[in-house]
């Protein structure tokens, strides 16, 4: 989808939140303050990012260890039906990182729960629903991956702004 060229609002917003936002009751407020914006453009322009699908999602990332219970989900889906498998899965609440591989298995995501009681019921509920095979790949060890980008502007205002 083509969207309009980014503002400066949310260029800034994509270089200086990707990996930390503010840790407050009043995150978007202490976004605005940092910026030199309202919350309410803010609250604009991370809306139209959503709308753009620039980002998929916009908010923190948690241990699901510590917060609950998670797993690695892989499903071998017949490819004529992958897509429309996904946007199914979608529906899933504690559904995320639905993403196709090369592979057997071509359809994997990250599935989340409460607890691991909960995380079962998932687990049958879409077992249930879904034909297909599928394996459960609980994490045995976990990595800390740095998925922040360089994001690589033309020369703007923004630039300027932030170089003092």
Request: charged share 15%.
């Amino acid at each position: 989808m083509q969207h309009p060229p980014l503002s400066e609002l949310q260029k800034a917003i994509l270089d200086l939140y990707q990996q930390s936002l503010p840790a407050s009751l009043t995150p978007f407020a202490d976004m605005a303050t940092a910026l030199n914006c309202s919350e309410t453009d803010v609250i604009n322009a991370l809306n139209q990012l959503l709308e753009y699908g620039v980002v998929k999602r916009f908010g923190p990332v948690f241990d699901h260890q510590r917060a609950g219970a998670s797993t690695l989900v892989a499903m071998a889906v017949d490819a004529g039906k992958l897509e429309e498998e996904a946007l199914r899965l979608n529906a899933f609440a504690g559904l995320n990182h639905n993403y196709e591989r090369e592979h057997q298995y071509n359809l994997w995501f990250v599935l989340t729960a409460s607890s691991e009681q909960q995380l079962q019921l998932k687990l049958q509920e879409i077992c249930a629903c879904h034909p297909w095979p599928v394996l459960i790949l609980p994490m045995e060890q976990s990595y800390h991956i740095n998925l922040g980008f360089p994001l690589q502007w033309t020369r703007s205002q923004h630039e300027s702004a932030t170089q003092h």
